[in-house]
């Protein structure tokens, strides 16, 4: 029996989205490795923006927030940016503050 596959899209630094199949095994390394291309600086900002934020060091708090905010991964974070966020009821700008610094940790930061 073929093996399932699954679609990832990858959210490019000029925000032109590809779309690749890969195995649900195969998914994790594909992360790690894409990670690491970007911490070296040898890709230019790539996001795997289906990544669920359950990846990131929240607090149970900011978890709360953002999936009450309708981000399930990182991909949504970065798409609404402050302003959207800051519009969900309790998400302030603590709250802001702590994601920006977990996205700054992997290199992304918000739209403003």
Excluded: H, Y
Excluded at 25 to 51: H, M, P, Q, R, V
Excluded at 87 to 94: I, L, M, P, S
């Amino acid at each position: 029996m073929p093996e399932e596959k699954g679609m990832i899209q990858l959210l490019l630094e000029n925000w032109r989205t590809v779309t690749i199949a890969v195995t649900p095994e195969d998914l994790e390394k594909f992360a790690l490795f894409i990670i690491a291309k970007t911490k070296a600086g040898e890709i230019d900002k790539l996001i795997l923006s289906e990544t669920s934020i359950n990846t990131l060091d929240l607090s149970p708090r900011l978890w709360g927030l953002l999936r009450n905010a309708g981000c399930l991964t990182i991909g949504d974070v970065l798409s609404k940016g402050k302003r959207e966020l800051l519009r969900t009821r309790n998400f302030g700008k603590k709250a802001i503050r702590e994601l920006e610094e977990v996205l700054l940790e992997r290199g992304l930061e918000l739209k403003g």
